[in-house]
């Protein structure tokens, strides 16, 4: 059990701030003032409720409630404390459940009115997102509010959905059916054969066997439908660091932003354990974290986000309406723009070894997270690659690994890796470098990796080691799948030329395609950093004003849609 204090204890005065009379006074233009009777809730576990709640009289209890039936009090608010989280701003259901005691009178701030709050109110602004954000923080410490699941721990499926909920930066507890005799009688309350596992268990009460990352995040309201009547000023495809940054600059200069993403926010940057070399983080920051303030930043802008919501599509051009954007959504739905920002990113390249996807999930890794590093503690595991992103991962789990084998393809890591990592690496005595090296075969059964074998220079001898987990962090390949047929040209390796490089030459970032954009890792010849995607996510909207600009000058743009 851990035995670091948690951050209600360390941070309380910074999560539970209470407001003077004059500044409740300042923001009762954002708000409606409404009364409870003894008892009745202001908000429920699983419910979407009415936004921010400044108590302005009398008492509301705040208790943590799961599915397994366990009430645990957090705090009771009184006079100018304001009740509410992360949740709140985005419109999302509520993860605790809340309970007038005595006759309560409160001011209601809508989530819009409390985006509209924290921008104009930049003090009182900062005081009450930094609130909402560290008691996040202290529902994800204990899972409280969101879903259960049941299932053995290191299943494939169990940490497809564990990896899910904590890259959504959404809490959620899980129990072992072997150990826990709270899941043993959930199992049998639902009559679950062992084959069905792992289930999950809503805090609305509806039990799913097995989901996808959708139906999960349907189910705890993470997703809402898209109205398809609306026409967004920009569509932005991936909220990874580039798409956010777009979306952050877009929302704060007025633009009405929609950011879809098919798995989670962050990309590949929220897969880092450590970023070290991003301006302004001199003891680095992992990707989780800055991209968790990109995102939560861009929603106190009024950015809306669609998490996960795969787009499959964007129709051709429409020769009647040419510069009318419409993408196509994996649930058959369509979302329409006035321009769209394509920030898609790459996905990571896989090994050829023919009984890779036996093992994927459960014992073959793409990322290093808390999640794996714990899997893997106290044990020998490979890892295959030789740039940055590979060195950071070795570092990372020779922490918690017994001995990591970093094996690359080439004659020297520094080649392909910055000198700072190569260094650290070489004096971290438990990772030993296989240079000329390759896998050449894995061996398990049931999705569980028992030993790989590898071998050294195209004549050495093949070696067997028992190794139970594998990383591979050999390079990406863009996401640009659902760009065939739409009139985007790419490049020979499938990236998207933009200015300079497309026949038509267009604006700086723009695509062979007007009013199409793209920007960070997808984009063919832009460098593959945390800080090049955001720098081009700031400029692109630079760009997006001036093909605004022209549209207005030319109404035949503007009537296309
Ligand atoms: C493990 C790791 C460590 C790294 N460490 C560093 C580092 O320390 N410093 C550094 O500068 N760089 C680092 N990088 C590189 C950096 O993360 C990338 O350059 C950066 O994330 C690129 O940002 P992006 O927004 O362009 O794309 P991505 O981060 O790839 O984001 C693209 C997003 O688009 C989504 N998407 C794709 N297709 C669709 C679709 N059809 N519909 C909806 N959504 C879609 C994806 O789910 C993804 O979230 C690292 C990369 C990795 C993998």
Redo the contacts with the bound molecule.
């Keep these: 059990m851990s035995t670091s204090p948690s951050i209600i204890d360390t941070r309380r005065h910074q999560m539970f701030p209470v407001l003077e009379t004059f500044e409740i006074e300042r923001v009762r233009r954002f708000g409606k003032v409404r009364s409870y009777d003894d008892g009745a809730a202001l908000a429920k576990v699983g419910e979407v409720g009415p936004g921010l709640s400044i108590i302005l009289a009398g008492q509301v209890e705040i208790v943590r409630r799961d599915e397994l039936g366990h009430s645990t009090p957090i705090v009771t608010y009184g006079p100018g404390s304001f009740m509410g989280e992360l949740a709140q701003l985005a419109g999302r259901p509520a993860l605790i459940d809340a309970h007038a005691r005595g006759p309560v009178q409160a001011l209601i701030v809508a989530p819009d009115q409390l985006r509209a709050l924290l921008i104009a109110e930049a003090e009182l602004g900062e005081r009450i997102m930094r609130a909402l954000i560290l008691r996040r923080v202290g529902l994800l410490e204990t899972g409280a509010g969101g879903p259960v699941i049941v299932g053995r721990p290191g299943n494939g499926d169990v940490l497809r959905l564990e990896g899910f909920l904590r890259r959504n930066g959404h809490p959620r507890q899980t129990l072992d059916p072997d150990t826990d005799a709270e899941a043993k009688a959930l199992i049998e309350r639902f009559h679950i054969d062992p084959g069905q596992l792992p289930i999950v268990l809503c805090p609305g009460g509806q039990l799913l066997r097995n989901p996808s990352e959708r139906e999960l995040a349907r189910c705890i309201g993470l997703v809402r439908p898209i109205d398809p009547t609306r026409i967004y000023d920009v569509a932005i495809?991936?909220?990874?660091?580039?798409?956010?940054a777009a979306a952050v600059y877009a929302g704060s200069e007025g633009l009405s932003v929609l950011v879809?993403?098919?798995?989670?926010?962050?990309?590949?940057?929220?897969?880092?354990?450590?970023?070290?070399?991003?301006l302004g983080f001199p003891t680095g920051i992992t990707?989780m974290a800055l991209m968790a303030r990109a995102y939560n930043q861009a929603q106190k802008f009024g950015v809306e986000m669609a998490v996960p919501?795969?787009?499959?599509g964007l129709e051709a051009e429409d020769d009647l309406a040419p510069r009318r954007i419409v993408l196509r959504l994996s649930n058959n739905a369509r979302v329409s723009a006035r321009a769209l920002v394509i920030?898609?990113?790459?996905?990571?390249r896989r090994l050829s070894i023919p009984n890779l996807e036996a093992f994927e999930g459960a014992s073959v890794h793409y990322?290093?997270s808390p999640l794996e590093a714990k899997l893997c503690a106290g044990q020998e595991v490979a890892l295959v690659g030789a740039g940055?992103?590979a060195g950071?991962?070795v570092v990372y789990l020779a922490n918690q690994a017994a001995k990591v084998w970093l094996l690359a393809r080439g004659d020297d890591l520094a080649a392909s890796m910055s000198r700072y990592l190569v260094d650290r690496i070489r004096g971290l005595p438990n990772v030993e470098v296989l240079t000329r090296t390759g896998v050449t075969g894995l061996e398990g059964h049931d999705g569980a990796l028992a030993a790989i074998r590898w071998r050294r220079g195209a004549s050495g001898e093949e070696v067997r080691r028992p190794i139970q987990h594998l990383f591979l962090?050999i390079g990406?390949e863009p996401?640009t799948?659902?760009l065939l047929g739409s009139g985007v040209a790419l490049d020979a390796k499938g990236f998207v030329l933009t200015g300079g490089d497309t026949t038509d030459k267009r604006r700086p970032l723009e695509t062979s395609r007007e009013g199409v954009f793209a920007?960070?890792?997808?984009r063919s010849g832009?460098i593959?950093?945390?800080?090049?995607?955001v720098g081009e996510?700031a400029q692109v909207v630079a760009t997006l004003h001036a093909y605004f600009a022209a549209a207005e000058r030319n109404p035949a743009i503007l009537t296309s849609h």
């Design positions: 495809v991936g909220a990874g660091p580039a798409g956010l879809l993403d098919c798995r989670a926010f962050g990309g590949q940057a929220g897969a880092s354990a450590r970023i070290e070399n991003y990707g919501d795969e787009v499959t920030a898609s990113g790459a996905r990571y990322w290093a940055n992103s950071q991962a962090f990406a996401n799948d659902w920007i960070g890792d997808v832009s593959k950093r945390v800080a090049a995607a996510g």
